[in-house]
């Protein structure tokens, strides 16, 4: 394709007038991450919910963080089960103890060992009646 010079003229002072390219933008510097709330930190489950707690004053709390939760709570309940197991078990075995020592100590009712148990609570329903 072929020009006349007038359009060729015409061609290169459009051009002398398109704009220049524009500079290429300096790259930002990277964000620095905003803190993050201690709710989204937090690793104990029962001071997350506590902080749940303070941060909804309306009571609610996005699915996101109560699935967080969740998740945390299940995984600290198999390593405390087996201590609270124990613990438990300890004054559960101390009272059991006191009662046999107890019942060693009493005469043996020969007709009924829980007669006592009985009585008292017969007692309680007369008491209740009047």
């Known amino acids: 394709m072929a020009f006349d010079s ?3 003229e015409r061609l290169q ?3 002398r007038q398109l704009p220049q390219p524009l500079p290429t933008p ?5 964000k620095q991450p905003a803190a993050l709330h201690r709710v989204e930190t937090e690793e104990n489950p029962e001071e997350l919910f506590r902080q749940l707690v303070k941060v ?12 967080r939760l969740r998740e ?4 600290a309940k198999p390593a405390a089960a087996p201590k609270a197991a124990a613990a438990a078990a300890e004054p559960a ?7 046999q020592k107890k019942q060693q100590q009493q005469p043996a009712n020969k007709l009924n060992p829980d007669s ?6 017969q007692q309680l329903l007369l008491e209740e009646d009047d």
């Open 6 to 8: 007038r359009s060729l």
């Open 13 to 15: 002072e459009l051009g």
């Open 26 to 30: 300096k790259a930002k510097p990277a």
């Open 56 to 67: 909804s004053p309306d009571g609610k709390v996005p699915d996101h963080l109560l699935a």
């Open 72 to 75: 945390m709570e299940a995984k």
């Open 93 to 99: 075995k101390a009272k059991l103890q006191q009662l």
């Open 116 to 121: 006592e148990l009985y009585t008292a609570f």
